[in-house]
C-alpha cells in the first residue's frame, strides 16, 4: 500500500512540477508584454525622429520614424495598420486573458500542493 501511495505522491510532485513551469512562463509574458506596452507608450508620445529598430538577437538598427502607425501582424501572415494605441489595448486585452489562465494555474498549483501533502501524511503515518 506504501509503494502505491508513493506512486500517486510522485505522479501528483510531476504535475505540480508542470504547472510551476507553466505559471512562471505565464508570469514571464506577462512581464514582456507591460514592457512592450511601455514601449507603445514611448512611442506614441515621443517626438524623436530617429530610434533603435530591433531585427532580433540583440541586433539592432538605426532607423527614422516616418509615421507612428505600426504593422502589426494578426496571424496567419495577416499584417494590419494600427496606432500605438489601438495595438496597447490589444496587449492590455492579452495581459488579462494572461492574468486568468495565471489564476488557473496557481490554484491548480495550489490543489497539487494540498493533494501531496495529505499523501506524505498517510506516507508517514504508516511508516
Wanted: charged content about 30%; glycine content about 4%; cysteine-free.
Amino acid at each position: 500500500m506504501d509503494q502505491d501511495l508513493i506512486m500517486k505522491a510522485s505522479f501528483i510532485e510531476q504535475h505540480a512540477k508542470e504547472t510551476e513551469q507553466n505559471l512562471e512562463l505565464v508570469r514571464q509574458q506577462i512581464v514582456e508584454l507591460q514592457a512592450f506596452t511601455e514601449h507603445l507608450h514611448a512611442i506614441s508620445t515621443s517626438s524623436e525622429k530617429e530610434m533603435l529598430a530591433s531585427l532580433g538577437k540583440g541586433v539592432y538598427v538605426k532607423s527614422s520614424l516616418q509615421e507612428k502607425k505600426l504593422f502589426v501582424e494578426v496571424g496567419a501572415g495577416v499584417i494590419v495598420r494600427k496606432t500605438p494605441e489601438e495595438a496597447k489595448k490589444v496587449i492590455e486585452s492579452q495581459i488579462t486573458r494572461l492574468n486568468d489562465i495565471k489564476v488557473q494555474l496557481s490554484t491548480q498549483l495550489d490543489f497539487y500542493t494540498q493533494h501531496l501533502q495529505d499523501l506524505i501524511r498517510q506516507i508517514e503515518a504508516k511508516s
